[in-house]
């Protein structure tokens, strides 16, 4: 059995989505050797479904909600472990953006002379000082066909080299959602692997989305129904933050939260309240060490 290339789909009571992003994944020009669900239910609704559509699909069920973050510690640790080289770590709703993206990934991989860690479609770099991301410009991207990066964002079709989770590289599950991403991509980077994005996709994925030529926009008012992701955001990015002893950013983003908790005061004092209620809560679980799961 060929080990190259295997891929894992983190889903969450999603059945339907989760059958679209697998049936994209399968129509590659170069399919997975291997296509493993990583199941967050409790239930058999999505089991059930996978063995009417993709018998050949492979089901894990974990039993319990465990995230992203749980669910991709446990995707990687279980494929590397199979001795699979390069795995996708994916989410339900994440398919691959072309039909060739998995093919044109894997060769940059196995083209690079370096010690390869990851290979993506949208990287950036990490500003150590504000813990903020910055923007890879257009420039970069079309001097040659790969970009160096400091992290490839959940979802940006991130294929992690399995040697590297072998030497227990993984995400922090207790994070559950939320700069998992980042806090996995760091610790590649402390060891020594370098991650990579695929320049010409990540300039034809702007092209579609028309965001040639993006600003940073004001501070926008947010439905209140996803208020809750603030949450994670802040929290996470804390523990990610002192945990890779950037302290100047780990203040930055600490004061940065609660600034912006004050200027959402603009939109009303009830939703102000409830954004500053939001962000003191993530603020007090990371200084207590509560790690909870919504």
Known sequence: M???????????NRPDILMDTIEKCLDQTRPPDKLLIV??????????KLAQLYPNVVHLKVGYNSGFAGGGNIGLETLAKEGYEWIL??????PPYTNDTFEKLLQLAD???GNCGQVGVVGHKINTRTGLLRRTTNEELEKGEYIEVDTIGGGMIKVIKGESVLKGIKPTAKLFFGF??????????KAGYKILVHSGLFL????KWNRMNVKRPPIQKKDESVLWRDYYSIRN?????????YYTAFW???????????????????YGTLVTKNTCKAIRDYGMNRWYKR
């Open 2 to 12: 060929n080990k190259k290339f295997a891929a894992f789909i983190v889903t969450f």
């Open 39 to 48: 199941d967050n239910n409790d239930n058999d609704l999505t089991k059930n």
């Open 180 to 189: 998992e991403d980042l806090d996995h991509d760091l610790q590649q980077k």
């Open 252 to 270: 930055s983003i600490l004061f940065i939260s609660i600034g912006k908790s004050l200027l959402n005061y603009k939109h009303g004092f009830r």
């Open 111 to 113: 083209s690079y002379e």
């Open 89 to 94: 770590w994916a989410d339900d709703n994440d």
């Open 204 to 207: 034809d994925l702007r092209r």
């Open 237 to 245: 990015s804390l523990f990610v933050m002192a945990k890779n002893r």
